[in-house]
């Protein structure tokens, strides 16, 4: 769904998500991070003020962590989602899940995580952002992917685009702990926000129906419910955010 501006894309993600919580109190969400989704959150905030929604019965789980990253950094993804969105809801804190940027052991932790996923039932509406380079959650384009929740190196590509966020690029951590394409597939629900002319070509890849793993978008063309919801710049490659 093509919308004319960012702010209408983020209305429609957010009922979307409404409308999720309200057919299930106790819906289990997957969530991003990133610019693309933060006017969602602040719709999501004001329906959750004005009694539209309510997260007392929800559980969250993020699609990825920078690794190594303490919870209480201000980079880290724990701290953007408690200081845009978590802390501003009536969600219990101890149903929001994001994977421990300080976990000794990665692998366990990513192991712990998808475990804690398939137990609580399975996501049943994940709402995904896109990279320029087409990667969803930490799911870098290269020859072979990652099925289930691994600790990732982010390509330098990402890295210079997320630097915007830190002082300096070297700040910026080499890796990440994030859901596999596995992990995204099991959603039962997904739906991806693009957002700006940077996001044009891995759009067009993703919505061209063919399948590389050179744009991990593209597999979700085998997932049966996935809404694209993008603006007019990322669909026709417009201005710049
Ligand atoms: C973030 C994530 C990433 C972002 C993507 C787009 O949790 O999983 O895949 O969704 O890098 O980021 P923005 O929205 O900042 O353009």
Do not use: W
């Not at 210079?160 to 702990?177: G, Q, R, T």
């Not at 997904?190 to 744009?215: D, V, W």
Request: aromatic share 8%.
């Amino acid at each position: 769904m093509v919308f004319e501006s960012y702010t209408e894309m983020c209305n429609k993600a957010a009922d979307i998500v409404a409308e999720q919580i309200t057919l299930k109190s106790h819906s289990v969400l997957g969530l991003p991070t990133g610019l693309t989704p933060v006017k969602m959150y602040e719709i999501l905030i004001e329906k959750n003020k004005n009694g539209e929604i309510d997260f007392s019965d929800v559980k969250t789980f993020n699609l990825d962590e920078y690794y190594p990253v303490s919870p209480i950094d201000k980079h880290s993804y724990r701290y953007f989602m408690n200081e845009t969105f978590f802390k501003k809801i009536n969600i219990k804190m101890e149903n929001t899940c994001i994977l421990n940027g300080q976990a000794e052991d990665a692998e366990k932790e990513c192991d712990m995580y998808q475990k804690l996923i398939e137990k609580s039932g399975g996501i049943d509406l994940l709402i995904l952002g896109i990279g320029r380079n087409g990667h969803i959650g930490f799911n870098e384009p290269d020859e072979y992917l990652l099925s289930y929740t691994h600790k990732t190196r982010l390509l330098q590509e990402t890295i210079e685009v997320n630097s915007k966020l830190f002082d300096d690029v070297s700040e910026v951590p080499e890796y990440a702990l994030t859901m596999g394409i596995g992990t995204i597939m099991q959603a039962k629900r997904i739906i991806l926000l693009a957002s700006g002319k940077s996001k044009y070509k891995a759009l067009r890849e993703l919505m061209a129906g063919k399948i590389t793993t050179l744009n991990p978008s593209t597999l979700l063309n085998v997932h049966p419910c996935v809404t694209v919801l993008c603006d007019r710049d990322a669909y026709e490659g417009g201005k710049e955010k």
